[in-house]
């Protein structure tokens, strides 16, 4: 039996979209300080025409979507081979070291495999009544597929380790942030809807008291922000808005939903400030009447810079003299040890068959974990071990069950993008590599692609049922 408090991870707790929304906001900031003012531009990808993203004119701006170069190296534009600095890979493999080339964007976008449509992203959206629903509704993995599909799992943008290296990052992560700002707008009181629990009280970033995840807490790699101040588009930290764009499907404001104000379970504050409004494609972006101002920002007489070296790398070919201060670490900014040990929070028992099973509190999670490995980190639904024989470490998740794809009748076989005038394509599954370099449930990645799958044959079926 242990007493040690699972931790936590942001890529699945419930700090993500607050995460993903602050390096959003950073990165804007970013290109105000060289004096861009035309906000930050998203791609609404699943919008694409008969599915086929890689005719877009988003790669007239960022480089071709794949390469003949023997290393993937994007060949054209502003972020060609021998023009563009890149990060390190920071994965075992080193791949850039083997090629000698700092130089080298990796792209190898699987051109003609389909990405998630708009219905599928859209739907969960319509069910989900709380925040906490919304945090786990992609059920279409629609993240994920926009990484591996459109940038290639082999390549820069598909691998975690390194993918702001692509500037298509931010434009896909600008997307991400409008499907959770579609559905804050679907009723007022989601706006400042959250709630959840961190993984222990003394977590980094928590209060220090409980594991409730208030409003009011920091957030990491950005300690002067709460996720109070990520909530609102429109609040005292930011103010912005998204353009309207094909992907935007109706979603009905749901029933009880009190349409007159904006409410929070913990009664934080907002109002307007300055920012800049976001754009539907490059060539057509919008600024607001006012933008945010370039340069260190002071507030609570803490200058606020940029610790993040990727982004660094990623602006040195945009920028000449950054008005930002670069790879300084924010004063009183605490790093997260996921090595520790704290008080109760799971237990452990060995099994006959020399397996452990781990139980996690409140939530009374259990994973199994089989002999030969020893413990070291548990979070919240899934726990890290070493293998005692390769001593490497691996993970393990909750015991899900699994939902095999079962396949209609009726519905056509080996659809492709554009094909038919009515017909959907099926996304391109997310790949093994990317799941577990993402710590994610393979079972559950899986289970979501099967249900995708089976929701697009419903689809085709009935397009033949309407054209009889």
Not at 132 to 151: E, L
Request: charged share 20%; with cysteine.
């Amino acid at each position: 039996m242990s007493s040690t408090l699972p931790v936590v991870d942001w890529r699945q707790t419930k700090l993500l979209n607050f995460f993903q929304r602050a390096m959003m906001f950073q990165w804007e900031r970013a290109l105000n300080s060289v004096g861009w003012k035309g906000g930050a531009v998203y791609w609404d990808w699943p919008a694409s025409p008969n599915q086929q993203w890689w005719k877009s004119s988003v790669w007239d701006y960022f480089g071709a979507v794949d390469s003949n170069d023997p290393d993937n190296c994007v060949l054209d534009g502003a972020f060609a081979k021998g023009k563009y600095a890149v990060s390190m890979d920071s994965n075992s493999r080193n791949l850039r070291r083997l090629s000698g080339d700092q130089t080298c964007l990796r792209r190898c976008g699987l051109v003609g495999a389909a990405v998630t449509d708009a219905t599928t992203i859209t739907n969960p959206l319509r069910t989900a009544k709380s925040y906490m629903a919304f945090h786990g509704g992609d059920t279409s993995n629609y993240h994920a597929v926009g990484h591996v599909t459109i940038g290639g799992s082999a390549c820069d943008f598909g691998n975690p380790s390194y993918s702001p290296n692509d500037p298509v990052f931010f434009l896909h992560h600008g997307l991400v942030d409008k499907v959770w700002w579609r559905w804050q707008q679907s009723c007022p009181a989601y706006v400042l809807d959250y709630e959840g629990t961190l993984a222990r009280a003394d977590d980094p970033i928590s209060d220090g008291k409980s594991n409730v995840a208030y409003a009011t807490l920091n957030i990491d790699s950005w300690k002067w922000w709460t996720v109070a101040d990520m909530l609102d588009t429109q609040g005292d930290t930011l103010c912005y808005t998204y353009s309207q764009s094909a992907g935007d499907l109706t979603i009905p404001t749901p029933s009880g939903c009190d349409v007159s104000t904006k409410t929070t379970k913990t009664s934080a504050t907002t109002s307007t400030s300055d920012s800049a409004v976001q754009s539907s494609s490059p060539s057509t972006t919008k600024s607001s009447s006012t933008t945010a101002s370039p340069g260190p920002v002071s507030k609570n007489n803490q200058t606020e810079v940029f610790s993040d070296g990727w982004m660094n790398l990623l602006l040195q070919s945009l920028v000449e003299v950054p008005t930002f201060k670069f790879n300084v670490p924010t004063t009183g900014q605490t790093k997260r040890d996921d090595t520790i040990n704290y008080t109760s929070g799971y237990t452990t028992e060995v099994q006959p068959d020399s397996s452990t099973l781990v139980t996690i509190y409140p939530s009374l999670r259990e994973v199994y974990v089989p002999g030969g490995y020893e413990i070291s980190v548990v979070y919240e639904s899934r726990v890290q071990a070493m293998n005692l024989l390769t001593k490497r470490p691996e993970m393990f998740f909750r015991l899900v069950e699994p939902i095999p794809y079962v396949k209609l009748d009726c519905a056509p076989e080996n659809v492709v993008p554009g094909s038919h005038p009515c017909y959907l394509a099926k996304p391109n599954r997310v790949s093994i590599e990317y799941a577990r370099k993402m710590k994610m449930n393979l079972v559950q990645v899986s289970n979501n692609d099967n249900i995708v799958a089976m929701q697009i044959d419903k689809h085709n079926c009935e397009c033949d049922q309407k054209a009889r």
